[in-house]
């Protein structure tokens, strides 16, 4: 009796665990993404620091901070689209947990109810 009372519920359980997994594993992922982001913007920091204090005149100087711009903006953005592929993608994946689920759980009770 008491085996079936747990089987019962780790199988009540098995949506909850299933998304809490799928959390953790967006979370992980989107942890890894941000510190590779910080590693190249500071990187590209520190060789925008050393190029400026290279620059002889204030155009060289205007132009290789223009690049470093363009080029931070295309990291950022680059980085933008990726975290929201992956929310997006692990949004996805929730609804279908929970829909199949809320199937499930429909199914069950309209077979009790019978």
């Known amino acids: 009796m008491l085996d079936k009372m747990n089987e019962q ?3 009540s359980m098995k949506p909850v665990t299933e998304l809490a997994t799928l ?3 967006t979370l ?3 942890a890894e ?3 590779a982001l910080f590693s190249t913007l500071l990187s590209g920091g520190v060789s925008f620091a050393e190029t400026a204090s290279q620059q002889k005149d204030v155009m060289s100087l205007a132009e290789a901070q223009k690049a470093y711009l363009e080029s931070l903006q295309e990291t950022v953005t680059a ?3 990726e975290t929201y592929t992956l929310v997006s993608g ?3 994946k929730a ?3 929970i829909k199949a689920s809320s199937e499930e759980l429909s199914a069950k009770m309209t ?3 019978k």
Request: aromatic share 0%.
């Open 9 to 11: 519920l780790k199988d």
């Open 23 to 25: 959390n953790l594993n």
């Open 28 to 30: 992980q992922e989107l």
């Open 33 to 35: 993404k941000q510190n």
């Open 79 to 81: 980085a933008a689209k």
């Open 90 to 92: 692990a949004q996805a």
């Open 95 to 97: 609804g279908e947990m």
């Open 111 to 113: 077979a009790a109810a």
